[in-house]
Nanobody, 125 residues
Framework: QVQLVESGGGLVQAGGSLRLSCKAS?????????LGWFRQAPGKEREFLAG???????????AYADSAKGRFTISRDNGKNTVYLQMTDLEPEDTAVYYC??????????????WGQGTQVTVSS
């Protein structure tokens, strides 16, 4: 069983930046899990933002939704069992609850199996 705890959300002005962190525990070898970030805005479905996975034959691979490309960067520190989402040029439309997810899959385009509790990001105009 994998436990995920997000942090780093908050209130930021449009054009600002935030870095979200998600620390994982349990579940065995951290590096074998794909990790990702999703978000859910009020009245909308949860959407995939970014994922990062590692395989011995391909190394690290990342995947991004169109809404995240160019502004968001996902990274991981296996030594700290932590995945990050660096967000820049934030817009009011980025306001949502952001969730960390983990899944035992070689693909960075993940659907999520284990979930964190979420962290609120609010972008003011």
């Amino acid at each position: 069983q994998v436990q995920l705890v997000e942090s780093g959300g908050g209130l930021v002005q449009a054009g600002g930046s935030l870095r979200l962190s998600c620390k994982a525990s349990g579940g065995g070898i951290f590096s074998t899990y794909a990790l990702g970030w999703f978000r859910q805005a009020p009245g909308k479905e949860r959407e995939f933002l970014a994922g990062i996975a590692w395989t011995v034959w391909l190394g690290y691979r990342t995947a991004y939704a169109d809404s995240a490309k160019g502004r968001f960067t996902i990274s991981r520190d296996n030594g700290k069992n932590t995945v990050y989402l660096q967000m820049t040029d934030l817009e009011p439309e980025d306001t949502a609850v952001y969730y960390c997810a983990a899944e035992q899959t070689p693909s960075p385009t993940m659907t999520g199996y284990y979930w964190g509790q979420g962290t609120q990001v609010t972008v003011s105009s």
